[in-house]
């Protein structure tokens, strides 16, 4: 998507205020564009596979996730994962085990693509933290700088649930951008909000939460949430919410492209992640996992049409980017990325972001803001391990990384012992699964060195 198509029919507003405000801007991002990433004096290699022993694993330690996972299909605890653990640039693990679609009689492979969910929304802040680097904004800056449909935010006063009317009162101040990455920004996430009341005002709104198949574009749904009231005054609070969308809009404003583009052609294609997209190829279609639930007789079916369409993102219209779940990718891709990460934002001697940036992205942001997780702390992009969560035991050592999804995926990485762990899912509404937790635990206890 062009910035001509971008910023067409609802959005001409927006259009005419960012050519007149940002023509200098633009100007600089095309040449950025032109030189879109830079070499680096390091050239980390992509990811292989090695034994165990090359890097300090127990090949012994590591067949205990055998027996978890196994055991996990076969006691239809889960329908099937995949599975891969690294260390120190190489795969010393990698297996699916079970199904991708237990109807269709489909075998599960581990090459094999799964919608990752919000553990996109790291990829999105990695996206935001390039452009940063170029020097484009600042943290602190509000959004309505760029998208001024957020310009005087208003915070929810009262509410009528007969007719879902409301009334509001001025935000204290305006949203910044650093508040849109750490969820403190007061907006909400729709039908996954814990307040009903929230719940009722984006689904008369029509605001899209999650994945959709609509003819339905990103900055619609922009235009929209920006006319909602706020949970909280910006800064003032934690709730989880559709902010990555508002930076996915972002990206495209700054970098004057789609964000699909951005990520493909800045993050994806540099450091190899050639199996991740935000809507899958028609001829890479059928890698697609089945998002798998239970029916009532406690068969594998699946999961049907909610608030969300299931079928994305392999069907529809395929115009709509979600910041904040979009992303589609096999666990290989996913290992790349963090292992990007790891390296201090290089991979493939290409330099995504500096290592003091990675930095900032994973100290604390939230300064007691959420309470409700003493064993960690949240930076821009992931959870991090504290000195509580070693003493609590299975969360690795101080500043690991760990991140998850809405469809039971998960991520890990130790700084300080270069592991990573991958476990994709693709389940909803399942009360029996405890592989995620154990997981993490036998790929920490297999570090034999």
Known sequence: MIMKDFFSGSGHRLYQHVMKKYITVLLLISWILANAQTQSYLKSPALSE???????MS????????????????????????????????????????MADNQAGKLLKKDDVFRIASMAKSITTTAVMMLWEEGLFRLDDPISKYIPEFKNPGVLNSFQFSDTSYTTIPAKSEITIRQLLIHTSGLGYGQIDRDERFKMIHEKAGVVDLFTTADFSLEENINRIASLPLHHHPGEGYTYSLGYEVLACFVEIMSGIS????????????????????????????????????NENGEWIPFPETFYDPDFPVKGAKRYYSGGAGVCCTAKDYATFMQLILNGGEMNGIRILSRTTIQTM???QMHGLRGDDLNRYFGLAFSVTNERGVAEGGMG????????????????????????GILMKQTRDLQSDDTGWKFRVLVGQAVDD
């Open 362 to 364: 994973l100290s604390d």
């Open 59 to 98: 090949d012994e330690r590591l067949k205990r996730i055998d027996a978890l996972l196994e055991n996990a299909v076969s006691e239809e605890k889960i329908p099937g994962a995949v599975a891969l653990v690294a260390r120190n640039g190489k795969i010393i693990y990698w297996k699916a085990f079970g």
């Open 50 to 56: 090695a034994t165990p022993q090359s890097v300090g």
């Open 397 to 420: 050592s101080v500043g690991s990384l760990a991140g998850a999804g809405y469809f039971n995926t998960n991520c890990f990485a130790d700084q300080k012992d270069g592991y990573i």
């Open 259 to 294: 964000f699909e583009q951005f990520l493909v052609e800045r993050i994806f294609w540099p450091i190899g992640m050639n199996d991740s997209w935000l809507y899958l190829p028609d001829d890479q279609a059928h890698r697609l996992v089945t998002v798998q639930t239970k």
